[in-house]
């Protein structure tokens, strides 16, 4: 595959002809639907309270949406309940954050993670909280469970910043995977550090970046009040998901359909190449919650 651009439009028609993902074992080796026809879900919830007028982050708005979330896309009433299924009291968690200084995954909801871990059962000498350093983290090294949680971004390297590309610290050489837009990123998803370990995949969408030129390249003319966050055990659903509202903000502030600067094929080939989980929007049961005003998808 050469390293041009997609469209939205070529994205979508793509995933929508490509075979479906096989059914992979239990954890997140992909959550991918176990038979035909099923559908695996991501939640997208919205507050417009998230946000001050200044994008200060409210956490005690952000811990009601994650707790919404999760027990909408667990089947839940109760958000500890919730948690009780996905944290064992006996795991050991790292909650795989992001750091980038423009937009990073930010205190609130890392906190509001943190919280809820710990009332599964989990004391909090047995959670670790860590980007850059995850592979000298004693925390880490031992985890059992992994929370993924990363903001969304349009990316140099690998078009969009995805919960995919979050796990890209759990290699030593890290620009190992920047051939052909990072086409591979969900190989490391296979890796020892992380395989089989993922619980949940938050995608923070409160401030998203949705334009961007060249490597590291930050304005905020293109960050934009959404005030949302996706949430699924599935990475490639939550991504593809991601994808589609910045592809629909791009399409919505530029006038035209304008392609990424990179291509963000990473994620459809998470799906159809490594088998990681579902891209394909017809097999998304996508769930929306709360502030409907200016969703785009």
Not at 79 to 93: E, H, Y
Not at 236 to 243: I, N, P, Q
Request: aromatic residues 6%; proline residues 6%; positive net charge.
């Amino acid at each position: 595959m050469t390293n041009r651009t997609w469209s939205r439009r070529e994205f979508l028609k793509t995933a929508a002809v490509t075979p479906l993902a096989a059914a992979i074992g239990p954890a997140t080796r992909g959550m991918a639907p176990a038979q035909s026809g099923a559908k695996t879900r991501v939640v997208l919830i919205r507050d417009r309270n998230a946000l001050d007028a200044a994008g200060v982050r409210n956490p005690a708005v952000i811990q009601k949406m994650l707790d919404e979330a999760v027990c909408a896309l667990l089947g839940e009433k109760d958000p500890v309940a919730a948690w009780k299924t996905l944290i064992r009291p006996s795991d050991i968690v790292g909650i795989k954050t992001n750091v980038w200084r423009p937009i990073d995954t930010g205190e609130a909801v890392e906190q509001a993670l943190k919280r809820r871990i710990m009332d599964a059962g989990v004391t909090e000498d047995r959670i670790g909280l860590d980007d850059r350093g995850v592979l000298r983290n004693p925390i880490f090294q031992k985890a059992t469970a992994l929370v993924n949680a990363r903001p969304a971004r349009t990316h140099y390297w690998s078009g969009m910043g995805s919960c995919i590309k979050n796990y890209i610290m759990f290699v030593p050489q890290p620009w190992a995977y920047h051939g052909d837009a990072c086409a591979d990123l969900a190989r490391i998803w296979s890796l020892p550090p992380v395989m089989d370990k993922t619980r949940l995949n938050v995608l923070v969408m409160l401030t998203p970046l949705f334009h961007s030129v060249g490597p590291h390249n930050f304005s905020r003319d293109y960050v934009w009040p959404y005030s949302g966050i996706l949430v699924g055990r599935d990475p490639v659903a939550v991504d593809a998901t991601g994808f589609r509202i910045l592809q629909a903000k791009r399409l919505q502030h530029f006038g035209e359909d304008r392609p990424l600067e990179t291509s963000a094929h990473h994620i459809a080939l998470a799906d159809t190449r490594h088998h990681l989980g579902v891209s394909d929007p017809g097999r998304i049961d996508l769930v929306r919650l709360g502030w409907q005003e200016d969703i785009v998808i």
